[in-house]
């Protein structure tokens, strides 16, 4: 059988920085292969060039075994090639048929009920299920990407990019998308899938080829015979051991005590309901929910960005209630936001700049109002040792660097402010395994030294690894808290979809 | 060559490349109005720069825009589309020109920081109210600043014609200011006075706290990213309420430092557009102090030199309006498109030698 997509020898050079070297890949008729690769091994580079954004400086690409010249998205979706990215590229205002119709137009009078019976039928045949008429603000993210894989066949796409697909996904969604992919295999779509998550990758694939420092190192076809650790230490390109090493240890006074608190959000609306929840200092509670339940704003009421409408917050017996972000952090109290790019990082601002977020004002970085260059710059320099953030120079912007130097980052400069209480939202979302190896392993060692931290992520193998306790949080309120030992992954599952009694999460 | 070098590098050869397309349009609209667009320009540039008087001149129109455009290169950094520099700087005059006229027998070293620290409040509580109702309501600052510019603009016209007019003048006018609150001439043969060197102070007071200290580091912070800011402890509303405060205060000084430094009294209309201009000087320093020091002395120049154009050739005034857009423009233009105007002309280098190196062989 012949390749769809034959990529040979592609070479890809920004400045003196190789992305791509000699790049070899191939793709057959309904098959999904994956891509596997840390942060910055070249994946996107790879696939941008592939779907026409960069010309590649050397080597070729064969469409049906035909060399083809792609020379700008449009014409790669011209050619049946069509890529979903990772952050989507939807008009929320928009529904779900604007969308899909947008820049398809060819003639100024746009026929919306024609394109949306149309929609309408590629949905069906597809079984995706969209519905055409809703607006696109109103879809939750596993919708919205269901909308973009549809937006890509509807324009003919033969060929499917997904770039990290699975990032943004609750466990159900991610099921849903691959059965959704395994039945356009079935129908002769190719999938290329850009991944570093193992375990979904060996589930999902039929051949995985492994991409390091722009070079691929490898191209696994037997996946039976293969195991995580193995691609692991491909991809990374040394030993790996997988989890993580958490040792006994008794947990000491209460440092964060929930006292039926109630969060409204933004618009007003209650979100968090009489929660009560303690942690004690060198412990990790993980927050176990599906995304969207309330745990932006819980975490915005325990670090004082979102005012307390009811019941009290006490840090270390002090009773926070009413007090300010500043007072929450000069409390102890370190937040690693969720959004890394919105709420923890001014990209625009440098490295260095960013390492000082929080403590710019103090001694001895400021004297008398004035920024001291030396303190700063010595400052700057043993953190970005000492967290291993990798950048051309500490003077670069931090938009510059990649997600896991740019966590390393806020992690750092976090944990350099000793907090007494974490509170570390969804810390290795899109972390390469390097890294979230990293940020596991600083979280233990906070976790050491007597730090007590809630840990919130929606990833339940994550919260399973690293917690001593676990609490989940259905709609606003607190289903339980649960201690690791006695916990399963089942009876988690089943607070999480807010079947209450803590019977349940220890059944098994 | 580091990044930083490099990118200012870039962006002053973008500036020449729109200087020389704006005097090539003009150029050829002089050519085909039949007028030497050699000899006008080189008019456009004795008015501007030679002699005393023609020097003093462009420094003294330059001094209102450097006020005013680093307070829009504030506001602008934080986020703030304060485009009410119009009426900031009406009320202000207005202020500074009461307070001249009507506190007699204070001795000037008192009178001149009073007049001026009047038109600092008064400018600035003017921008507090669009900055007030964005932070707190959510309004679109840009819209509702400039509909205070009417406000403030007829509210001073009608102040002049009323209440505040001078008894028995023809013209809507006030009365003069004592001498107490006017300030001195430094250079003979010209007007301009110690506003300029005000003007020169602020450049540099503005660079030391926006880059060297920690409130600047905060303002700079809280306008490229709120809510990180928020985030990180910082309190974005206290912040972005002084960056409007200021800007509106410094418009405010761009109106007191032109009644205090010559006008001596307020007229209708006494600034034209001044508020709009120092937009047009904020972008064109790329928003930045040093940047803001050289458009406004440009404009400035420019338009003192426009003058002298129109008397010794013929040419309208009004040409430099269609400098000062295509100038705008391009840089505009340019640093959105951030061409790597270096590397360019390197590649061209490459090229011609890998070519030479071909042929050769």
């Known amino acids: 059988m012949e390749p769809v997509l034959r990529v040979h020898n592609i070479t890809k050079r920004f400045g003196s920085n190789v992305a791509n070297d000699h790049i070899s890949f191939d793709l057959y008729p309904g098959e999904i292969h994956a891509l596997l690769g840390e942060n910055g091994a070249g994946k996107s580079t790879l696939m941008n060039v592939i779907y026409g954004v960069y010309g590649a400086d050397e080597g070729e690409i064969y469409l049906n075994g035909k060399p083809v010249e792609i020379s700008s998205p449009k014409h790669a979706i011209e050619l049946g090639i069509g890529m979903v990215h990772q952050h989507f590229m939807l008009i929320p205002a928009f529904t779900v ?3 899909i119709v947008l820049g398809m137009q060819k003639e100024l009078r746009l026929d919306i009920k024609d394109a949306e019976a149309k929609i309408a039928a590629a949905s069906e045949k597809y079984d995706l299920r969209v519905d055409p008429h809703a607006l696109v603000s109103t879809l939750s993210v596993g919708e919205q990407q269901r909308v973009e894989i549809l937006k890509v066949l509807f324009r003919g796409a033969k060929i499917l990019i997904l770039d990290e697909p699975t990032a943004v996904l609750t466990p159900q969604e991610i099921t849903e998308l691959f059965a959704t992919l395994e039945r356009l295999k079935k129908d002769g779509v190719s999938i290329v899938f850009i991944s570093h998550k193992l375990n979904e990758l060996m589930s999902i694939s039929d051949r995985i080829s492994i991409l390091r420092r722009g070079k691929i190192t490898g191209c696994i076809d037997d ?22 090493e958490k040792p006994e240890q008794e947990a000491g006074e209460v440092v964060l005590e929930l006292d039926h608190l109630s969060v409204c959000n933004e618009a007003k609306k209650e979100i968090i309901k009489e929660f009560s929840l303690q942690i004690r200092a060198g412990e990790i509670v993980g927050l176990a929910g599906v995304d969207g339940n309330g745990q932006s704003e819980l975490v915005k009421g325990i670090t004082g960005l979102l005012p307390a409408t009811g019941g009290a917050i006490r840090i270390q017996g002090v009773d926070m209630t009413g007090k300010t972000p500043r007072e929450f952090i000069d409390a102890g109290v370190g937040h690693i936001p969720e959004d890394r790019h919105k709420q923890g990082l001014v990209l625009s601002m440098s490295v260095k700049e960013n390492l000082f977020l929080e403590t710019i004002q103090d001694r001895p970085y400021t004297k008398r109002h004035l920024l001291q260059k030396k303190a700063i710059q010595e400052k700057a320099k043993s953190l970005q040792e000492f967290y291993d953030i990798r950048a051309a120079s500490l003077e670069v912007p931090a938009g510059a660097l990649s997600g896991g130097n740019q966590q390393k980052i806020i992690v750092g400069r976090i944990l350099e402010q000793d907090p007494k209480l974490l509170v570390a939202v969804h810390p290795t979302r899109g972390l390469d395994i390097g890294a979230t190896e990293f940020v596991h392993k600083c979280l233990l060692k906070a976790r050491a030294e007597g730090c007590a931290i809630l840990l919130v992520s929606t990833e339940l193998d994550e919260i399973l690894e690293l917690s001593d306790q676990i609490a989940v949080i259905y709609e606003g309120e607190c289903m339980g808290v649960v201690r690791d030992r006695d916990a ?6 089943l607070l999480m979809a807010g079947v209450k009694g803590t019977q349940a999460a220890t059944a098994s | 060559m580091n990044k930083r070098a490099r990118a200012m590098v870039n962006y002053l050869i973008s500036i020449v490349i729109a200087l020389l397309l704006a005097f090539a349009i003009i150029g050829a609209l002089l050519l085909w109005q039949g007028v030497d667009p050699v000899e006008t320009f080189m008019a456009l540039f004795q008015g501007a720069f030679i002699g005393k008087s023609n020097l003093g001149a462009s420094l003294l129109l330059a001094t209102p825009l450097i006020l005013g455009g680093l307070g829009i290169a504030l506001s602008f950094r934080c986020g703030i589309f304060n485009i009410g520099g119009e009426g900031q700087l009406y009320l202000g005059a207005f202020a500074a020109t009461w307070l001249g006229v009507n506190l007699v027998g204070l001795p000037f070293w008192l009178h001149i920081p009073i007049c001026f620290l009047g038109s600092m409040i008064f400018g600035g509580l003017w921008a507090l109210i669009p900055g007030y109702l964005k932070i707190s309501k959510g309004y679109n600052e840009t819209v509702t600043s400039v509909l205070l510019n009417y406000v403030g603009v007829y509210f001073v016209n009608y102040a002049l014609s009323s209440f505040f007019k001078e008894p028995g003048a023809l013209n809507h006018q006030s009365p003069k200011i004592q001498t107490s609150a006017m300030l001195s001439k430094i250079m003979s043969g010209s007007e301009l006075n110690t506003s300029f060197l005000m003007a ?15 409130v600047g580091f905060k303002l700079r912070a809280v306008g490229q990213n709120a809510e990180a800011s928020r985030t990180s402890g910082i309190h974005t509303r206290k912040y972005l309420l002084l960056a409007i405060i200021v800007s509106g205060a410094l418009s405010g000084l761009a109106g007191s430092a032109q009644v205090m430094g010559y006008q001596h009294l307020m007229v209708q209309n006494f600034s034209p557009n001044t508020g709009y201009d120092i937009i047009a000087v904020a972008l064109m320093g790329n928003l930045h102090p040093i940047g803001v020091l050289i458009a406004g002395i ?10 002298v154009m129109q008397i010794m050739m013929g040419v309208p005034v009004t040409i430099l309006y269609i400098i000062q857009g295509v100038i705008i423009l391009s840089i505009l233009g340019f640093s959105r498109a951030n061409i790597d105007f270096i590397g360019l002309v390197g590649g061209l280098f490459r090229k011609k030698e890998s070519q030479s190196m071909a042929k050769e062989a």
């Open chain 2, 298 to 307: 440009f404009l400035g120049a420019l338009r003192s030199g426009a003058s």
């Open chain 1, 223 to 244: 996946l039976a015979n293969c195991n995580p650790e193995a691609l692991a230490s491909a991809m990374v390109g040394r030993q790996v051991t997988l989890g993580v």
């Open chain 2, 200 to 214: 020169l102070l602020i450049v540099a007071l503005f660079f030391l706290i926006f880059y060297k200290t920690d």
């Open chain 1, 97 to 99: 048929a604007e969308n």
């Open chain 1, 488 to 493: 399963t992954k089942e009876g988690i599952g």
